[in-house]
């Protein structure tokens, strides 16, 4: 990775956006996805491609009561784990997934979740994104999720001109500060969710317009 230069508006622009996240979002680390345990994380976050949290919830309420151990997963018949998290989408690939990633820890990790996210990428189903909702949630490990929200609101606030995931997360790493990293997942879905959606963003409401490219933008042509 090349070393970037941030200019000191840049920064001042990120301090402005980070005291307004933490004021109105606060600080607190939380789970969008319901678990009880590593490896239940694991699996949902699997079951999250392409899909709702609020879906995957919904699946996993049931799921992980006729499935509860790790071992029920890795031994599980595969065309009834199709029909059990079918709605989740891409059921195929999700089932063989989980199926050959609960082999795994069983085989290779002694049923734990492992930290390093070499260990992470390297299981069936898990990208980086997967790899750095473990990290922060589980073990408490500075990490940055980049899901549609984080994309897509970090691009209209102009942060990261990136469109590949992972060179928005090498980005964001550059220009956050450490400490932030995970508040910044938490406070930027909530704000995707809320205010700053795909299809209509409501940037006349939002407290972050006046340091944010789009929004500016957006009140410049108006005026127009
Ligand atoms: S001003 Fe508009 S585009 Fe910018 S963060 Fe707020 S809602 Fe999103």
């Given at each position: 990775?090349?070393?970037?230069?941030?200019?000191?508006?840049?920064?001042?622009?990120?301090?402005?956006?980070?005291?307004?996240?933490?004021?109105?979002?606060?600080t607190?680390?939380?789970?969008?996805?319901?678990?009880?345990?590593?490896?239940?994380?694991?699996?949902?976050?699997?079951?999250?491609?392409?899909?709702?949290?609020?879906?995957?919830?919904?699946?996993?309420?049931?799921?992980?009561?006729?499935?509860?151990?790790?071992?029920?997963?890795?031994?599980?018949?595969?065309?009834?784990?199709?029909?059990?998290?079918?709605?989740?989408?891409?059921?195929?690939?999700?089932?063989?997934?989980?199926?050959?990633?609960?082999?795994?820890?069983?085989?290779?990790?002694?049923?734990?979740?492992?930290?390093?996210?070499?260990?992470?990428?390297?299981?069936?189903?898990?990208?980086?994104?997967?790899?750095?909702?473990?990290?922060?949630?589980?073990?408490n490990?500075?990490?940055?999720?980049?899901?549609?929200?984080?994309?897509?609101?970090?691009?209209?606030?102009?942060?990261?001109?990136?469109?590949?995931?992972?060179?928005?997360?090498?980005?964001?790493?550059?220009?956050?500060?450490?400490?932030?990293?995970?508040?910044y997942?938490?406070?930027?879905?909530?704000?995707?969710?809320?205010?700053?959606?795909?299809?209509?963003?409501?940037?006349?409401?939002?407290?972050?317009?006046?340091?944010?490219?789009?929004?500016?933008?957006?009140?410049?042509?108006?005026?127009?």
């Open positions: 990775m090349t070393n970037i230069r941030i200019s000191k508006k840049e920064k001042e622009k990120i301090h402005n956006i980070i005291e307004a996240l933490n004021r109105e979002y606060g607190e680390n939380r789970c969008f996805l319901d678990h009880e345990t590593p490896w239940q994380l694991l699996i949902a976050t699997i079951l999250s491609a392409q899909c709702t949290d609020e879906r995957v919830n919904q699946v996993t309420a049931k799921l992980f009561v006729k499935y509860p151990s790790l071992e029920d997963f890795a031994y599980a018949d595969i065309k009834e784990l199709e029909k059990d998290i079918h709605s989740t989408g891409f059921y195929r690939n999700k089932a063989k997934n989980i199926i050959a990633c609960a082999l795994r820890l069983i085989t290779d990790y002694g049923g734990e979740v492992p930290r390093d996210i070499e260990d992470l990428v390297s299981l069936a189903g898990v990208g980086r994104k997967t790899a750095n909702v473990i990290r922060g949630n589980i073990y490990e500075p990490s940055i999720v980049v899901d549609t929200h984080v994309k897509r609101v970090s691009n209209r606030l102009g942060i990261t001109k990136e469109e590949d995931p992972v060179k928005i997360e090498f980005d964001l790493m550059k220009k956050l500060p450490m400490e932030q990293w995970i508040p997942n938490i406070q930027i879905i909530t704000h995707g969710r809320s205010i700053c959606s795909a299809r209509s963003p409501k940037c006349e409401q939002c407290f972050l317009r006046d340091y944010c490219t789009y929004g500016k933008q957006l009140y410049k042509d108006k005026r127009k």
